[in-house]
Each structure stands twice: as C-alpha cells, then as structure tokens.
C-alpha cells in the first residue's frame, strides 16, 4: 500500500504546531507565555531560501496555533486603500488638491470595506490588524497632513511644517493606543476621533475652500491660520480620551421607522452641496463627543 505524503506546507505546519503546543494546558489562553511561544516559533521555522512568506500565530479552538499565508480578500482591500492614500500624496504635491480629498475619502471607504470583509469571511488575522494600521497611517496620517500643507500652510514656513506635523503624530499616536486596547475598551466607542473620521475633516474643508475659492482667496493669511487651527485641533482630537459612538453595533438593531425618514432628508440636505454637508456633519460628529463627555463629566 502506498504511503500518501502530506503536501510540504501542510506537513511544516503540522511539526510546528506539534513543537509548539506539546503542553496543551500551557496552550490555553491566559496561560501562554508569549515569549516563549515566540522563541520556540522563530526556533521551528527554517526560513530556507528566497521565499515570500507570512508565519504567524493564532487562536484557534483555545489552543495556539501556527499558520501560514494571508487571507486574500481584506488586504487587497486594504492594499486599494493604501495605493489611494499614496496617490493622494502624488496628487497634493502636484497641485491637484481636489483630486487627492477624492482620494482619501475612497481610503476612507475602503477602509472601512476591509474589516467588514474580514468579519464576513471569517478571515481576521494579526498579519491584517497590523497591515491595515499601516495603511491607515499613511491614507489618514500622511495623506491628510501633506493635503493641507500644500494647500494652504507652506506659506507660513515652518509654523505649518509644524502645525501638519502635529496631525501626522497625532495620528500614529492615536493608531498604536488603538492596537493595544484592543479587547480592552468598549467596542461600542471610540477612544478619541478615529483617524478616517479626523482625515475628512481635514479634506473636506479643503474641499470646501477649493469649491468656494471665489471668497476664500480675499482673506488668504486669515484662511491660512484657520487651516493651521483645524488640522491641530483635528490631531489633538484623536488623541484625547473623548468617546465617540463606533456605529459598529448600530446595523445589528432595529430602529424606529422615522429614522430612516431622518437620514434621507440628511441625504437630500447633503447632496445640495456635498463637501459643505460631510464637512458640516463631520464637526457635528466631532462636537458630540465633546458634549456628551462635558455631560457625563457635569453628573458625576
């Protein structure tokens, strides 16, 4: 009889996995060390020859396992996002302001395509949570801050270096505290203003000041301090522990039938001027986690 031999892949897998979780009841979260699990994983991988390879660790049944390979659907979602935060870069640098706020508003969307995917599909991984921060960071930190640089601050030197700067600091600070809590905080809230979020609001004054040139261009030194103003207080807001409602749980539940009456009359209201209306909603957005953390302050 002969003997079938499993694929090469499948069979490595299965020795590191065996190396790996010999004791199961060290296996069983919380009880792993990490550093160990880590050393005995770099120990069992033989990184023989030129390859392109994702080896990583998961959770899966309770126990501590090795795979091999990325989940194609959500990173090359996330891969779009990225690739439209990199062109918006090209874009500002080239003058061509409207098309890169279109840019990052299709990051924006993208963004938030890749995690439904993921969820959908059952194909949330540690290599995706981390390349997705990545591409935020770029499509939402850079992207944002370079926009308004050279749209409006260049002129004031290293006054609005500073000023974008402060935006694209914000922005990585605000994306590492999101990665180590997460399982920590509320799912129902963010932490601060998510990135996506502080990234159009930046772009869509931009938007809005390119569409109404017409009276913005008669007061440039004021336009040009207000925008230093905004991308700061924008920065600073995603970084600051107010609490802004996620939405994530918002589709899994039934709301009264006027509320859908309310959001096609927002609809309505914002396609009469598009950047006008998101930028509007945006502050009102913004403003609401401020109140609601001045109320919760005021009762306690």
């Not at 009889?1 to 979780?21: C, F, H, I, R």
């Not at 994983?41 to 501590?64: C, M, P, Q």
């Not at 402060?166 to 990665?179: D, G, Q, S, W």
């Amino acid at each position: 009889m002969t003997n079938v031999q499993p694929p090469k892949n499948q069979s490595q897998d299965a020795a590191l996995n065996e190396g790996l979780l010999q004791d199961s009841a060290a296996t069983q979260p919380p009880f792993v060390d990490e550093h160990e699990f880590n050393i005995r994983l770099a120990d069992n991988d033989s990184y023989d020859g030129l390859t392109f390879e994702v080896i990583e660790a998961e959770v899966a049944e309770g126990k501590r396992v090795v795979s091999r390979g990325v989940y194609l659907a959500p990173n090359l979602i996330t891969t779009l996002s990225l690739l439209s935060g990199f062109y918006s870069i090209l874009a500002s640098t080239q003058g061509e302001f409207y098309k890169a706020s279109l840019a990052i508003f299709l990051s924006a969307i993208l963004d938030g395509a890749d995690g439904r995917v993921a969820r959908m599909l059952n194909a949330q991984s540690p290599f995706g949570e981390q390349y997705d921060s990545l591409a935020d960071m770029l499509a939402f930190g850079v992207a944002p801050a370079i926009l308004i640089y050279s749209f409006a601050l260049e002129p004031l030197g290293r006054i609005g270096l500073g000023c974008a700067f402060v935006f694209t600091a914000c922005a990585a600070f605000r994306l590492a505290r999101f990665n180590v809590q997460v399982g920590i905080v509320d799912k129902k809230y963010f932490v601060g203003l998510a990135s996506p979020l502080a990234a159009i609001l930046v772009t869509s004054a931009v938007m809005v000041a390119v569409d109404h040139n017409e009276w913005v261009g008669q007061y440039d030194t004021a336009v040009m301090f207000l925008f230093a103003a905004w991308v700061v207080i924008c920065g600073l807001l995603m970084v600051s522990n107010v609490k802004y409602y996620s939405f994530k749980e918002f589709d899994k539940k039934k709301v009264p039938f006027v509320v859908l009456i309310i959001g096609v009359l927002v609809m309505s209201i914002v396609l009469y001027d598009i950047p006008v209306g998101i930028l509007a909603i945006g502050i009102i957005y913004a403003l609401s986690g401020i109140f609601t953390t001045i109320k919760a302050k005021a009762s306690s």
